[in-house]
């Protein structure tokens, strides 16, 4: 009896333990969109422009007087550059949109929808308010 039970938790559970790409999908949805809030925030905290770099796998922030955005923002570590990488390659950001930047009243250049991670994150023309 006890090897029967312990087969049915094996094929119910044993799926869950193996699968994780779900969770590392939405793991990654989560970390772009917490980026983007953390990039409007910036911009309102420092008052001046924070641009929002994507590629397909990739986020990066970097900020600036102007919306050119030449200095990279540091890491919340305090090692290296703001960067958030996609876990896996089969991971990733679609459509690739081109810079989103913020100006020093949180305010977003254009309104931007993206998919990271099979997760639709949107960001407001006019509040910058990211969801």
């Known amino acids: 009896m006890v090897i029967v039970i312990a087969g049915a938790l094996a094929a119910v559970a044993a799926p869950r333990f193996f699968g994780s790409n779900v969770f590392q999908s939405r793991g990654f949805a989560d970390q ?9 925030k910036i911009a309102i905290a420092q008052r001046r422009f924070v641009c929002v770099t994507f590629t397909a796998n990739t ?6 007087l102007t919306a050119a955005c030449g200095t990279p923002l540091p890491s919340l570590t305090g090692t290296g550059n703001y960067v958030i990488t996609s876990p896996a390659s089969s991971i990733t950001i679609s459509p690739v949109p081109a810079t989103l930047d913020f ?19 949107t960001v407001e023309a006019e509040t910058g308010y990211v969801y």
């Open 32 to 40: 772009v969109q917490a980026s983007l809030r953390y990039a409007q």
């Open 59 to 64: 986020v990066s922030l970097s900020t600036g």
């Open 103 to 121: 100006n020093g009243l949180g305010r977003p250049n254009a309104p931007t929808t993206v998919i990271a991670g099979g997760v639709t994150i």
